[in-house]
């Protein structure tokens, strides 16, 4: 096997030699209490997923009059239900057992096999549409859209295992699971804007836009227990083994009372393991991490778009841009995991082009405001932000109807060479730099005739 380490680094393992030499030489004689087994790392769970929809919809087209203004209007309205199922192959925790100084053991059912278990979830949606186009006079169009909408899950978070960790030590008892039971972000939307054509093909717009998405989708962490799943930590035996320690005037450090324990003779299993017990110990608490619906976002913005062709000349120039904000801001002096929005950030284009006579020419300028990616960064345990810095980039592309069934093109993308880079906290703080270097395509395109 190999391990691939920044900046590039791989280094080569043999496994089995690793193991030898492992039970040859860290034995109890050696680490004393610092003695761990090995095999009880967990194995890969073997996962599926299908998801099925019924749906239905309807929609409408309608066109009328309101105080002499033209209206179109369409309406929608959709209908879903999906039924979720997901196998897992996981191996099942049956007791975890205390193995002597830091270390905790879990044990499995069936000898460690993996079993088959099927997670399900399930949602129903209405999801309405309502479009509306009003000709305020020849040259002036408003439009207004309101609906709903919806952004289905990653697959990846609605995998159905559970994993616990299989050495759970005292403060580290801590595992993971899917969610198949995961809502799609909803996504209730209202539109509106504004069109002028001074010319033909020309025109400038406004927009104004607000989302307010519901079941939004983050990592959680939630405390919780598991059946069979008792704590010798802090079980009537460990406190007693404690008080007595403490009252002959010793210290009760994990060594002393895991002696304590094995004394005394009581849930002894082989090779001096304390077993747990039903009767008198407590569940264990587990930290898991799971994705779950955890509330609200808001989004709001203005768009602007103008196009302008000169004459009769071909050439002619466009320019957009987006100008967003959302209702949660990332705190940089914060530590822990925050609620975020990521990936939003304003953006514009600007494109100079030329169209006549079967030629089409358009040079392109797309550039995003820096912006936040994400939490979580290689090598750390903790959520550090993931910024990504402001990015121009400029693309071209040609075009030729050389007749009416024969096109020949060329494209060039990223004509500058621009280098993404991404950082931490703080600008200084640099992490990753992607460099794609232009991208060029030549060939051609064949309409059937």
Known sequence: GSMGLSPGYAYAFNFDEAIARQLAFLTEDVVGSDVYEIGTFDQFPVNKITEET???????????????YIVDANFGLRYEHTEVVSPAKSRVPELVYWAG??????????????????FTGEYDLVLPMLDLKVDLSDDLVGRMSVGTTITRPGLGNMLGNLSLTPSPKIGSRTGSRGNPNLKPFKSNNLDISLEYYYDEASYAAVGLFWK???????????????????????????????SAITGRGEQATDTAIYQELVSNGVGIGENNRILPDSATDPLIDWTVNSPENVGTRSVNGAEFAIQHLFGDTGFGAGLNGTVVQGDVEYDNFILSAQAILPGLSNSANFQTFYEKDGLSVKLTAAWRDEYLAGQGQPDTSDAPPVYVEEFLQWDVSVNYDVNEHVTVFFEGVNLTNETERSFGRFERQFLSAAQYAPRYTLGFRIKSL
Do not use: K
Request: overall charge negative.
């Open 54 to 68: 019924t749906s239905l919809y309807v929609s409408t087209a309608w066109e009328f009059e309101v105080s002499d």
């Open 101 to 118: 100084g830091s270390e905790w053991i879990t044990q499995f059912a069936g000898g460690g096999a993996a079993v088959e278990v099927d």
């Open 212 to 242: 307010e998405v519901e079941d939004w989708i983050d990592n959680s962490q939630v405390t919780t227990t598991f059946p069979g799943l008792y704590d010798v930590y802090e079980g009537q035996r460990w406190n007693a083994a404690v």
